[in-house]
């Protein structure tokens, strides 16, 4: 086996990170850096392609450093990243045109509810699986089109490209000889027919974006070209890519349709496998590719929840209820309940099930013997509420009965939460040991295509298992069971929709 270690690069919405496994899918080396947010107007984010790219080449040659490790060493590099970041460069200078527009940017919404008016929304959903938004890639190089000087004759002249930033990044790595990104990242783009697996004709008809704009559309586990040599001190085969959010399902090990993860970050990221034929939804999710190996496709369902970890930060930073996140576990744990409370997060609106904008954060049930120890408590719990009303939309949507949930994400340390979850859920929650599973994953995708893992079962066999030789990536994998009863959870259920119907009808009242 050529190269003792996968290096994954880990392209994150705030600081790119490069992390170095071993066999076992242990963590051998890490470096993280951040990198400079831009807001040039109320609702807008940027970021520098260039500072993006230089970035993630200096953690990559940190974590090589301090593994003392050369090229050789490295058997390949997986690439995971923030999703619908849209960069459009020039395919001679490798100059982009504008900063990358960031997912989390909403100048492009009312363009979008101006399609929607126009009767686009269902068409968009029935080819991409997506719901019509700014989130997407679609609005957002159909704006840098619009806006960029001389941008769109380039654009037509074919000199310009689109990519999300592995496309980037594969596109510098390989000193601008390659352009191409994986299943996963394209079915994010709403341009990408998820059905027909090609770019969509009529949908880049009406985003006006030429054809020849478009990246290669490849598997998520292939090896797409070796880095130029002068970057990380000789070539090196990058053999892996994919979405940060299908990564973590596949750094998950959630290989049979059915598995669940959720990420409990500053918001909750829950997709589910739903194997190898596109699920409509008809319960408020989005239909999307989770990864493409050897040309077959595995799809996911999934939803997003706005706020989970940010109302931590909530507490902390406005209330002032708390010092730092760990300790909601110790006030929380002084008391046995909320003593009736609930607390609908809704800072920003609602996302996944309800997509209802209007809503507002509601704290209901109060009486005179609540206190700070109930009140953190009903914000734990409201992570746990979210996420569930998502697994129920899974539910409905797949007709599978979930059995486990997987979980990861900073606020997954939460021992409380975790609980809860299985609790609400009635599910069994399983936290790995190693929650660096966005990463794990690039890094499987990257290992199995050039045969450092044999196949899936080898993966399984190599990282899961117990062992004394540093068989870490789940060796300490911790299971919560439900522990409540089918009455208790019916009524906390109702409650809870009960307190996200006063969320929803604030605004209307
Ligand atoms: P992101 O990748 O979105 O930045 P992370 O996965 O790093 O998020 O998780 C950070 C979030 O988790 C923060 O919102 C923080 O409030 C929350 N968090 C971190 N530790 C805990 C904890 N022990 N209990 C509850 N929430 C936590």
Redesign the pocket.
Known sequence: MAGKYIMALDA?T?SNRCILFDHAGKICATAQREFSQFYPKAGWVEHDPYEIFNVMLGVAREAMMKLGVTASDIAAIGITNQRETTIVWDRTTNQPVYNAIVWQCRRTSEYCSMLEKEGWEERIREKTGLKLDAYFSATKIHWILEHVEGAREKAERGDLLFGTVETWLIWKLTGGKVHVTDYSNASRTMLYNIYQLDWDQELLDLFKIPRSMMPEVRNCSEVYAQTAPEYLGGPIPIAGAAGDQQSALFGQQCFVPGSVKN?????GFLLMNSGETPMPSSHGLVTTIAWGIDGKITYALEGSVMI???V??WLRDELHLIDS??D??YLASKVKDTNGCYLVPAFVGLGAPYWNPYARGVFIGLSRGVNKSHMVRAA?ESMAFQANDVLAAMTADSGIALKELRVD???S??NI?VQTQADLSDITVIRPACVETTAMGAAYLAGLSVGYWKDSADLVACTRMNGDEGREASKAEEHFVPSIGDEERQIRLKHWQKAVKCAQYWTEI
């Open positions: 994150g705030t990420t409990y970050g500053t918001g989970a970890g940010a931590i930060q996140a760990v909601t576990e734990l994400g900073g606020a340390a939460n939460l």
